[in-house]
């Protein structure tokens, strides 16, 4: 048999796309196979085709019941009989579906991970030949991953209840070594043909955005570029997706929520509108994505920081499917680091999985204020080589905009927290940095400290964007206590010796509202040693 014919008679194409063919090949020839492709990448021609061509059923394991109802209904379209068996069918359905499967009326069987050690599916297959078990996002398997169903834990035993092992074909679109390695083991792979495609997706144009106002940058961003398209906008919390799904409609947008605590039902019906473009914007919280299969999302905004660079790699990646371009808008924000940080100071997890939490949600903030090509960045996280400095299609490559030095504002609120003996939070170090005549202020005596009212030409909000991109950053760490207070970690002494300069986007700084242009311009003569007291202190910590 030819695949090249079989390719063209059941999928109407002439060629492969990349990856595709080894697999295939793999497959047919009995091996066991892991490929590893991005969204898009089309993975499930993969274990489609070979189906066909083999004698036998493939069972095909999937976690989301959308997923296999949009595989089944494509499939039976073009011919080729498939279904599945999940929870959606009732006992009637599913004992009519079990007599069809042994009548061999079947070439695929999409079966939900839960339901593969039941005993009325194994023994339905009993009865039947099976060719070849497929694993869809494989990645599931993992709990390192973002996406780890505890069902597919049942996938290896399901596996081993064959007499005849089937060979095994897994796929997915994860990128991380850690995770790709932990899939190989838990499904005990046999030597498997391993295809790695490359992880660029060269129409998606990436841009960090540090907005002041994320909500009116939104609006007008919207406004200006995308009048009629379609897109996604991910929001860290389900309050967050309600609200700004408020907020929209209120400015007049056609669009609606979708995150893990709403009816079911509405939830589905949100997902649908989208799906068949009734709804143009779609405001999800991460529960919303694997396996969305909308080709024309012309733009993926992230209203908040996901928590590494994983999650954002394959959200964002759910632009621009039909190989059009699209937008991908990480809005970043200091206080969502925060955010993230407690996120993960409050879960219970080991040392070693917290530190690595941690270390991959610092590179997602590095990947927020490098000046270097994003998309180089991101392809560095999956261990790829950068052949090209420049991309010409991501924010940072177009505008190699002007960068502003903040150092001096880093090294006053660094002194401030010293000088107030590092015994308060946000509010209290900007009040007293901004000079506020506040009765605290006034009634703690810190309208007496050496650092009251040197920054007094800044706005609040300018103040605290400053405080939290040091502790972004790791200068300045935030006490998990019920008041949070500041505190100055060893690493400052860098910025205050001036060894580090703190730049930011000029964008952010005018957000800021200084009006200490003069005194930014003559900064260079001050900078250098700011508060030689601070600078011994930390000093003798060493
Ligand atoms: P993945 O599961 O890897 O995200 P899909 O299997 O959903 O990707 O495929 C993505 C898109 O690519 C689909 O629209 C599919 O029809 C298309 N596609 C798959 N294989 C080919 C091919 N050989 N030539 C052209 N288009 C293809
Ligand atoms: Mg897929
Ligand atoms: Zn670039």
Redesign the pocket.
């Known amino acids: 048999m030819n695949i090249y014919k079989e390719?063209k008679t059941y999928?109407g194409?002439?060629?492969?796309?990349e990856g595709?063919e080894k697999l295939v090949t793999g497959i047919l020839a009995g091996k066991d196979v892991l490929?590893i492709?991005?969204?898009?990448?089309?993975?499930?021609?993969?274990y489609?085709l070979p189906a066909v061509m083999l004698e036998g059923v493939t069972i095909v394991i999937s976690p989301l019941i959308s997923l296999m109802k949009d595989q089944v209904d494509?499939l039976n379209e073009i011919g080729i009989n498939a279904t599945c068996i999940n929870s959606t069918l009732d006992q009637e359905e599913l004992m009519e579906r079990i007599k069809e499967i042994k009548e061999n009326q079947y070439k695929i069987l999409f079966v939900a991970p839960e339901r593969l050690n039941t005993n009325i599916f194994r023994n339905t297959i009993r009865h039947i030949t099976v060719s070849f078990v497929a694993i869809?996002e494989a990645h599931c398997i993992s709990q390192w991953g973002h996406d780890f169903r505890p069902s597919y834990i049942e996938i290896p035993k399901f596996i081993k209840g064959f007499a005849n092992r089937p060979m095994v074909a897994a796929?997915t679109?994860t990128a991380t070594k850690e995770i790709i390695i932990e899939i190989k083991k838990l499904i005990e792979l046999q030597k498997p043909i391993e295809i790695t495609t490359g992880f660029d997706r060269p129409n998606l144009f990436y841009q960090v955005s540090k907005a002041g106002n994320k909500f009116t940058y939104l609006m007008s961003y919207l406004k200006e570029n995308f009048q009629s398209e379609t897109g996604i906008i991910y929001c860290s919390t389900r309050k967050t997706v309600e609200s700004l799904v408020k907020k929209l409609k209120e400015k007049g947008f056609s669009v609606e929520g979708y995150h893990g605590g709403m009816n079911a039902d509405i939830r589905m019906k949100n997902q649908e509108d989208f799906m068949y473009n009734r709804t143009r914007i779609i405001v999800a919280t991460n529960a919303f994505g694997m396996?969305i299969?909308k080709?024309d999302v012309r733009f993926v905004i992230h209203y908040n920081m996901p928590k590494n660079m994983e999650a954002y790699y394959q959200e964002a990646g759910r632009g621009g499917?039909?190989g059009e371009k699209s937008q991908c808008i990480l809005m970043y924000s200091p206080s969502d680091v925060v955010k993230q940080k407690l996120i993960m100071e409050n879960e219970y997890s080991s040392p070693e999985r917290q530190a690595l939490q941690y270390k991959n949600l610092q590179y997602l903030i590095d990947f927020c204020h490098t000046n270097d090509c994003l998309r180089n960045k991101i392809l560095t996280y999956f261990g790829e080589v950068i052949i090209e400095e420049d991309c010409g299609n991501c924010s940072n490559c177009l505008d190699r905009s002007e960068m502003i030095d903040i150092t001096l504002e880093a090294q006053k609120v660094l002194s401030c927290i010293y000088r107030i003996d590092q015994r308060y939070g946000v509010n209290i170090v900007t009040q007293v940095l901004r000079g506020s005549k506040n009765k605290k202020i006034l009634q703690l005596g810190l309208d007496k400290v050496s650092t009251y009212n040197i920054m007094k030409n800044y706005s609040e909000q300018g103040v605290r964007e400053i405080i939290m991109t040091l502790v972004a950053r790791g200068y300045i760490h935030v006490t998990t206590d019920k008041f949070p207070v500041l505190k100055l970690t060893a690493q400052c002494r860098e910025i205050l010796q001036g060894d580090v300069k703190i730049h930011h986007k000029k964008e952010l700084v005018e957000a800021i509202g200084s009006k200490d242009e003069k005194e930014r311009k003559s900064k260079k003569a001050v900078s250098d040693h700011f508060d030689e007291e601070l600078l011994s202190q930390l000093k003798e910590l060493r």
């Open positions: 390719l999928f194409y002439d060629t492969f796309k595709q490929g492709m991005p969204t898009g990448g089309g993975k499930s021609l993969c489609q494509s869809d796929f679109a396996g299969d080709p499917r039909d």
